[in-house]
C-alpha cells in the first residue's frame, strides 16, 4: 500500500514540479517580468504548515533529503522516511518527483521542514475515507493477530479485520493469515478516533455473487466445465464450480468401484466435470466425471467373449458369491455354485479373500444389465470326468463324513468327490434309525463302492459291505430243528425279538414261549435274559427265523415243527403286520424290503 502511495505521489509531483520548471524556467528567461515575479512571490507567500506539496529531489544524503517545493529556499526531509525497511536501501535519488508535507516553514537551519511519511499518511486517510464512501477495495496486509480478530496494515494506516469478517466461514486458525495481502471493504472509519473496520467477508461474498451469476449463464445439461475441489464427503465431491457448487456423487467418479472419494481427489484440485442435471429454480447441480471417458460396458462383449479366460482381483465377497473385477469400470460375479467342483455349501470367504488375483472363465455376458457371471472351478479339470479311472464298483475307500442326513451320511472320499452311505447300508444287523447314531461328522471311515454314475455326480458306498453278510452266513450254519442260543432284545404282544449271532434277529412267537398260556411275553421272559431257543422256520429269501423256546429242551419234536410251519401257530395277521413293522430296519424301509420276521 505505502508502495502504491509513493509512486502515486511521485506521478502528480512530477506532473506538477514539470510546470515549476517551466515557470522557473520562464522567470529566468524574462526577469524583467515583473509581473511573473510577483505572482511567485504570491505562491510562496500562501505555503502554510500542514499543507501537501509537490517538490523535485535535489540531493540525497546521510543527514537528509533536499527537495525543491518553488519556495525561496529548499526543503529537508530525515533520510529514515525514504529508507525501504525490506533492504535498508533509499527509494529516491535526485530528480524524483514526491509529496510531502510542510511541518515547518523555516528552520533554524534556514531549511523548510518537510514529512514524507506524514504527506502518506494524510493521503492514506483520504484514500481510506473515499474508498469507505465509494465502497471501493483496497488491498492490505496482515500484520498480526489480535483480540477478536486481525490487525491489517493499509499502507501506514492500520485498521482492525473482525474474526467474523475474515471468511465466508468460520476461520479456526487465524494465525495462518499473518503475512497475507488480501482485498479488503471499510465498514466504518473514523479519522479522529484512528478506528478502522475491515471486512475480507464482504469482497469475498460479492466477487462470488459476481462468478455465480455469470456461472448460471452458462450452466446447462450436457455443458462441460472446470471447476475446483471443495469439499469431500463419503458420498461425493462438491465442486466449485464459480460461486455455485455441484455434487459429484461417488457413483459417478469412475466407471470402477469407488470406495473412498479422497483416494481419488484432493481438496482444491482442478477438475473438468460433465453437468448432469440442473434445477435452474433451487440452483442445485449434479455432475460426472466418468462420463468424460468411454463407458467400457459398450465394447465388453467383444473384448470377453464367452469360453474366455480373464484375470482379475476379487473387490467384493457376499453370501452368494464375489465380485471380480477384470478391469477398471468392469465386474464379474463368481457365484458359489461356480467357485469349486464340490457339491459342499461354504461361505465364499473360506475360498476367496478380497484383494486375491484368481483366474476365470467367462461364462455369460449380459450387456443391457451390466452383468458378466465367471466361473472360478472351470479353470480346473472336473474331478468327476476322470472318476472311473481311479474308482470302480468294489473298491474300498477311505474317507471323512462331511454331513449327515435322515437318509444317510455323505462322505468325502477326495477334495470335491463325496459318496453317499444310505442308512440302509452301515449295518446288516442293527436297526439303525438315524445315521448320527452309529456316525459323527468328522469321522474317518471305510466303505465300499457299490455304485458309481460319473454322468449325475454321483458314488453309492456302503459300509456293511466291509464285512460278510451276517444273514447268509446263519442261513448257510443252520437248518430247522437246530437249537441256537441267544438273548432276549425286546418284547412285542405277540412275542419277542431274540438277538442271535451276528447281531440278527429272530422271533419266538407268545405261543412258544411256554408250555403254559402266557397273557403277555413279558411273563415268561425278561429283556436281556439268555437261553436256548429251537429253529422252527427259516425263510432266507426275506430273512425270517422262527424260533422256539418250549421246543428247545425236546430232543425230537417234529410234530411242533409241522405244526408251527403249517398253521402259523398263535399268529394273526394283525400280529404279522405288527411284527414286520417292528423288525424292519429303517434302512430297508427306505429301500422297500421287509426284513421282519413271521412266523
Same mark, same amino acid.
Given at each position: ?16 514540479l514539470?510546470?515549476?520548471? #517551466? ?19 504570491e ?63 523555516e528552520?533554524?537551519?534556514?531549511y ?45 494506516i ?55 451469476n ?31 457448487? #455441484? ?31 440442473f ?9 460426472g ?14 473384448? /470377453? ?14 453370501d /452368494? ?69 481311479? /474308482?470302480?464298483? #468294489? ?46 461328522k ?41 437249537v ?79 405244526? /408251527?410251519?403249517?398253521?402259523?401257530? #398263535? ?14 430296519s ?14
Amino acid at each position: 500500500m505505502t508502495n502504491n502511495l509513493n509512486q502515486a505521489g511521485t506521478e502528480m509531483a512530477e506532473k506538477d514540479l514539470a510546470q515549476n520548471d #517551466g515557470t522557473s524556467k520562464t522567470t529566468q528567461n524574462s526577469a524583467e517580468d515583473f509581473g511573473t515575479l510577483l505572482e511567485n512571490f504570491e505562491a510562496q507567500s500562501t505555503l502554510t504548515p500542514g499543507e501537501i506539496v509537490k517538490g523535485r529531489v535535489l540531493k540525497v544524503s546521510d543527514r537528509g533529503v533536499i527537495i525543491d517545493i518553488g519556495f525561496k529556499s529548499e526543503g529537508v526531509v530525515p533520510v529514515e522516511e525514504f529508507i525501504d525497511p525490506a533492504d535498508g536501501k533509499v527509494l529516491v535519488q535526485p530528480n524524483d518527483r514526491v509529496e510531502v508535507m510542510i511541518k515547518q516553514l523555516e528552520n533554524t537551519e534556514g531549511y523548510v521542514e518537510l514529512s514524507r511519511a506524514e504527506a502518506i499518511h494524510l493521503q492514506c486517510w483520504d484514500l481510506i475515507e473515499k474508498a469507505f464512501n465509494s465502497k471501493e477495495n483496497l488491498r492490505g496486509r496482515v500484520l498480526e493477530r489480535i483480540k477478536g480478530g486481525l490487525k491489517v496494515d493499509l499502507g501506514g494506516i492500520s485498521g482492525f479485520l473482525p474474526g467474523s469478517q475474515v471468511d465466508v466461514k468460520p476461520v479456526r486458525n487465524l494465525d495462518a493469515w499473518k503475512g497475507k495481502e488480501i482485498p479488503v471493504r471499510v465498514l466504518k472509519v473514523n479519522r479522529r478516533r484512528s478506528n478502522i473496520v475491515l471486512s475480507h467477508k464482504v469482497v469475498i461474498e460479492e466477487d462470488a455473487s459476481k462468478k455465480k451469476n455469470t456461472t448460471l449463464e452458462q450452466l446447462d445439461e450436457g455443458v462441460i466445465l472446470d471447476g475446483k475441489v471443495k469439499n469431500i464427503t463419503d458420498y461425493g465431491v462438491f465442486i466449485d464450480l464459480g460461486g455455485i457448487d #455441484g455434487l459429484l456423487h461417488v457413483t459417478d467418479i469412475s466407471w470402477g468401484r469407488v470406495q473412498n472419494p479422497n483416494d481419488v481427489f484432493k481438496v482444491d484440485d482442478p477438475i473438468q466435470v460433465k453437468i448432469l442435471k440442473f434445477d435452474r429454480e433451487h440452483e442445485r447441480v449434479s455432475l460426472g466425471y466418468k462420463q468424460l471417458f468411454p463407458d467400457p460396458w459398450d465394447t465388453v462383449e467383444e473384448r /470377453y467373449p464367452i469360453g474366455m479366460r480373464v484375470t482379475g482381483k476379487i473387490v467384493s465377497i457376499i453370501d /452368494y458369491g464375489a465380485f471380480v473385477e477384470i478391469e477398471e469400470g468392469v465386474e464379474g460375479l463368481v457365484h458359489i455354485s461356480e467357485m469349486t467342483w464340490s457339491k459342499r455349501t461354504k461361505h465364499p470367504a473360506k475360498l476367496v479373500s478380497v484383494g486375491q488375483p484368481i483366474e476365470a472363465i467367462v461364462l455369460n455376458i449380459d450387456t443391457k444389465g451390466k452383468r458378466i457371471s465367471l466361473g472360478l472351478k472351470q479353470v480346473l479339470s472336473n474331478p468327476w470326468d476322470s472318476i472311473a479311472e481311479r /474308482y470302480s464298483v #468294489g473298491s474300498r475307500v477311505v474317507g471323512r463324513v462331511r454331513n449327515l442326513t435322515d437318509f444317510g451320511a455323505f462322505v468325502e472320499i477326495e477334495d470335491g468327490i463325496d459318496g453317499l452311505v444310505h442308512v440302509s447300508d452301515i449295518s446288516w444287523t442293527k436297526r439303525i434309525k438315524h445315521p448320527s447314531e452309529v456316525l459323527k461328522k468328522g469321522q474317518q471311515v471305510e466303505a465300499i463302492i457299490t455304485a458309481l454314475e460319473p454322468a449325475k455326480s454321483r458314488i453309492s458306498l456302503s459300509i456293511k459291505d466291509l464285512e460278510p453278510n451276517a444273514w447268509d452266513k446263519f442261513f448257510q450254519t443252520y437248518k430247522v430243528g437246530d437249537v441256537v442260543h441267544g438273548k432276549v432284545a425286546r418284547f412285542a404282544n405277540f412275542g419277542a425279538f431274540v438277538e442271535l449271532e451276528g447281531g440278527i434277529e429272530g422271533l419266538c412267537h407268545i405261543s412258544e414261549l411256554s408250555d403254559q398260556r402266557v397273557e403277555k411275553p413279558e411273563m415268561a421272559l425278561q429283556a436281556g435274559q439268555e437261553l436256548s431257543f429251537k429253529i422252527l422256520k427259516l425263510d432266507e429269501s426275506q430273512k425270517k427265523i422262527g424260533l422256539s423256546a418250549r421246543a428247545a429242551n425236546k430232543d425230537q419234536d417234529p410234530e411242533d415243527v409241522t405244526t /408251527y410251519q403249517n398253521q402259523g401257530v #398263535g399268529a394273526s395277521l394283525g400280529e404279522l403286520a405288527q411284527f414286520s413293522s417292528l423288525s424292519a430296519s429303517s434302512e430297508v424301509a427306505a429301500k422297500g424290503s421287509d426284513n421282519g420276521q413271521n412266523d
